[in-house]
């Protein structure tokens, strides 16, 4: 799970850096509310 937990963590730091230099703080949050979510569904696939 760590090797995927990384990967799904660095997708989202990726794209997060990109929405704020687009100035796009809608996006941010969307982003942030979709990390939690798909970060929950893997730590539950694995527990």
């Not at 990384?6 to 942030?32: C, Q, W």
């Amino acid at each position: 799970m760590d090797t995927l937990m990384i990967e799904l963590h660095e997708h989202y730091v990726h794209a997060v850096n990109e929405a704020v230099a687009e100035d796009r703080m809608d996006r941010v949050e969307e982003l942030s509310d979709q990390y939690l979510e798909e970060a929950l569904q893997l730590i539950l696939a694995t527990a």
